[in-house]
């Protein structure tokens, strides 16, 4: 058969459903044998869509997305969701298109080298060199996109091999079952946690998914302990569980941060060192057991004392099973935090100032959301905002990036999104910066027939940064742009524009965007003022009177 037909069937046989693709001259075969496959092809507008939509695949369902590009250019323009998928542990696969390798017929027009491009951002990268080699690069592939920790992995097919007559027989997809933890170490696991006088569990990326989210919310029923998570583990047990005591969405001096301070021992489940630090070990403070499917990586801030290693959901089920609430546990100072946590973060819920606070978005989209309903962040301020006060009733009903933490995300993420859970509303919300990036996707979402709203912050600066820029005591300078008109920008694609004057105006707006088809985008002015004054100094005050 084809080399290409090959690769399809390779992509089939491991249930592909998608391929997200800006394709070239490079992949015309590869485009002809997917033309009579199942698999849907989706053309976007940029490659990052395509990578963050294939990215986002993966997390939701377990499986790589898959993502094809041509050579150069368009394989440079991967590097970036590449990067997104393997810090953020989403299974994914990219294929890239090369010139001939046999015989050159343009010199080195557009060639890089770009298996070596993607070593530094993938678990795999090949060059297909042999067509019968194809069947087993392809499953050698998925396997490693799926294996604990997931991450990216990239296969180049060259124009020649494409074309090239082979003989293979596929390969069965397999999986594997993940070792269990080692009995000693669950046992001293136990001993620690028994011993400890304030322990506090900490729920990472790694364990927000749905069987491990069970386990997570039994351990926690049958201990009493409190628990708070990373930014990427929020929704593993619902929020308004009595034991929540928050988001670490800074890495000190929030009211959370006074109740880890506090404990003497934190359970670290799912977590590593690559998403931004939830807090600061020191040396001779308190411990850490690092309970997760690979050992911790030592770091400077991070450096536990115990490592409790293999499948995380047979480790929580194992420590519930030889656990018990201790008559010495003390979780006083932890109710006392929540009542703070709980009494600041509801502070300006129902401030109805215009230009927005982002508290105030935060508060009136979980008002209208239902539990199922999935937000998606692109990066800017606002996500701190969303990871502190958005309260998840179920896992990955916030999705946000703080592994690469990349621009450009939201939209395309939030088209992923609808369209595995049709029946979901979703709601992508963007600064004007990070919008502006993968904009050109609207049209992809309109002629798609997606039913998502997009929210635009726009202050007409790249906000993150300015806050940091105040918080280190520098003058306001270089950070100011222009936007376009969002509203005609959006209609100009087929969707619907609005832009509110007003809070009553927003809430009515919202509602319409909710409860109609189609891709709808609201240009929302917002007040940033005072993300300074409490993120950078109230909290600091408070916490430390705590």
Not at 52 to 73: D, E, H, I, Q
């Amino acid at each position: 058969m084809k080399a290409s037909d090959l690769f399809v069937s390779a992509l089939e046989n491991e249930g592909v459903v998608y391929i997200f693709a800006v394709p070239g001259e490079e992949n015309l075969d590869f485009l002809q044998s997917l033309k009579n496959s199942n698999i849907k092809l989706i053309v976007t507008r940029h490659e990052q869509g395509a990578g963050f939509m294939a990215a986002t695949y993966g997390r939701l369902t377990g499986k790589p997305g898959v993502c094809l590009s041509t050579l150069g250019p368009g394989a440079t323009n991967l590097v970036t969701p590449a990067a997104y998928a393997q810090l953020g542990g989403m299974p994914m696969m990219m294929i890239t298109g090369q010139k001939p390798i046999k015989k050159s017929k343009q010199a080195r027009f557009q060639i890089i080298d770009v298996v070596d491009m993607m070593r530094p951002v993938t678990k795999y990268t090949k060059q297909i060199v042999n067509s019968n080699n194809i069947a087993s690069q392809v499953r050698e592939a998925f396997r490693l996109a799926m294996e604990e920790k997931p991450g990216t992995v990239h296969l180049e097919l060259p124009e020649d091999i494409a074309q090239e007559d082979c003989t293979s027989d596929l390969f069965e997809p397999i999986g594997h079952i993940i070792p269990k933890p080692d009995d000693t170490a669950i046992k001293e696991s136990v001993k620690m946690i028994q011993e400890a006088k304030m322990p506090l569990l900490l729920i990472g990326a790694g364990a927000n998914r749905k069987v491990t989210c069970d386990a997570l919310k039994s351990f926690v029923d049958a201990t009493g302990i409190y628990f708070f998570t990373t930014q990427m583990g929020k929704g593993a047990i619902d929020e308004r569980h009595d034991q929540y005591l928050g988001t670490a969405a800074l890495s000190s001096h929030d009211f959370l941060h006074a109740g880890i301070d506090k404990a003497d021992l934190i359970i670290n489940i799912g977590h590593d060192v690559i998403e931004k630090p939830p807090f600061f070990m020191k040396k001779g403070g308190k411990k850490v057991i690092h309970i997760n499917f690979s050992p911790a990586q030592v770091d400077p801030v991070y450096f536990p004392q115990l490592n409790v290693v293999g499948d995380i959901t047979h480790s929580i089920r194992k420590l519930t099973a030889k656990l018990e609430k201790q008559a010495h546990w003390d979780f006083s100072f932890f109710q006392k935090v929540k009542l703070e946590v709980e009494g600041h973060l509801g502070k300006y819920f129902k401030d109805e100032r215009f230009p927005m606070l982002p508290q105030r978005l935060v508060n009136l989209l979980r008002e209208n959301l239902r539990s199922e309903d999935i937000i998606t962040l692109d990066n800017g301020i606002y996500k701190i905002w969303f990871a502190r006060n958005y309260t998840c009733h179920l896992p990955n009903t916030l999705l946000l990036d703080n592994a690469l933490a990349s621009m450009g995300a939201g939209l395309p993420s939030a088209m992923m999104v609808n369209m595995l859970y049709p029946d979901r509303k979703v709601v992508a919300v963007c600064g004007d910066g990070g919008f502006m990036m993968n904009s050109q996707e609207m049209e992809t979402a309109v002629r798609l027939k997606l039913n998502l709203t997009v929210v635009i912050l726009n202050d007409h600066a790249f906000g993150m940064i300015k806050w940091k820029q105040q918080d280190m005591g520098f003058e306001d300078f270089g950070l100011d742009y222009n936007n376009p008109d969002f509203v005609k920008y959006a209609e100009s694609y087929g969707a619907k524009g609005f832009r509110p004057k007003s809070d009553s105006d927003f809430q009515e707006i919202l509602k319409i965007c909710l409860e109609s088809d189609g891709v709808k985008l609201i240009d929302l002015p917002v007040d940033y003022s005072l993300n300074h004054p409490i993120l950078n100094v109230m909290l600091k005050e408070k916490v430390e009177k705590l």
